[in-house]
């Protein structure tokens, strides 16, 4: 039996290249989503994972949640905190829900992810921490000041779980993905796109494949001296 890999949002987009990634290279994977159902059953029918649904934003759903992974398929050693949205606007137009939403998701959901099965890893002394971060959490981005915040707030996170889970073999680390092909980035607009497309020096979006790979190299055990590092891959849009 392979280890056992949780990924959230791990149905659809990056993360359900992750889950497939991560299943072909002989994990046993458990995909959660939040609320699309549909997306989650064509997702089992097409590749066999086992799907589980809980709100990454709720500490006790999430807490519960993994409790039922450990228990179908065993304790967890790789973490994928993938799960994600966006709300952008402009800061002036910025509504206090948008910033809140974002955060509940993708800041607090990176925490309720690990925090559960931290313990579990320290006692076993074994664990994959990989975190979707992004581009722009590097950088920021104009109408993005809620995602960007959670963004940079996972390298925060990672570089700091790496030196607490050092001493237990537990890697930390960061994928910053660029801009990808997926719906989050079509639901840009298009002329949006066409700009952002144009500062790509490799001069196209990047494939949810290239960042699956990323993730899989990380969980590995070759990246076992690899921890609180961020592998950046946007194309060349951004050097670090
Ligand atoms: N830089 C500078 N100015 C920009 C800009 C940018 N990147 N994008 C838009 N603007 C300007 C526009 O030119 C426009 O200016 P004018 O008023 O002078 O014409 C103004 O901002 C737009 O103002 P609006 O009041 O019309 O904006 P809006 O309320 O309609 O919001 C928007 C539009 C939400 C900003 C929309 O343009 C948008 O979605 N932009 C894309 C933001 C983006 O890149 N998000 C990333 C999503 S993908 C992702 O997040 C994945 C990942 O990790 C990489």
Not at 138 to 167: H, M, P
Not at 170 to 191: D, L, R
Not at 205 to 234: H, K, M, P
Request: aromatic share 8%.
């Amino acid at each position: 039996m392979g280890r056992v890999a949780i990924v959230t949002g791990g149905t659809r987009g990056i993360g359900a290249a992750i889950s497939k990634s991560l299943k072909a290279a002989g994990y046993e994977v458990a995909a959660n989503f939040g609320g699309n159902e549909e997306a989650a059953a064509k997702f089992t029918d097409e590749t066999g994972i086992k799907t589980y649904k809980w709100n990454v934003a709720d500490y006790e759903a999430s807490k519960a949640g993994l409790a039922q992974v450990e228990s179908d398929l065993g304790p967890i050693e790789v973490v994928v905190a993938n799960a994600g949205i966006t709300r952008d606007a402009p800061f002036h137009k910025m509504t206090p829900d948008q910033w809140k939403e974002v955060i509940d998701v993708n800041l607090s959901g990176v925490f309720n992810t690990v925090h559960p099965v931290w313990p579990g890893l320290r006692e076993r002394k074994f664990g994959r921490i990989i975190v979707i971060s992004s581009l722009n959490g590097q950088k920021g981005q104009f109408a993005q000041v809620n995602y960007a915040a959670t963004k940079a707030g996972d390298l925060g996170i990672i570089k700091s779980l790496a030196q607490e889970g050092a001493r237990a073999n537990i890697t930390a680390n960061a994928v910053c993905p660029g801009y990808i092909a997926t719906e989050m980035v079509m639901a840009v607009p298009e002329k949006v796109r066409e700009s952002i497309i144009s500062q790509i020096p490799v001069g196209r979006l990047g494939e949810v494949d290239e960042i699956a790979r990323c993730v899989t190299f990380l969980a590995s055990d070759d990246a076992g001296f690899i921890t609180g590092s961020t592998i950046s891959a946007n194309g060349g849009q951004f050097f670090v």
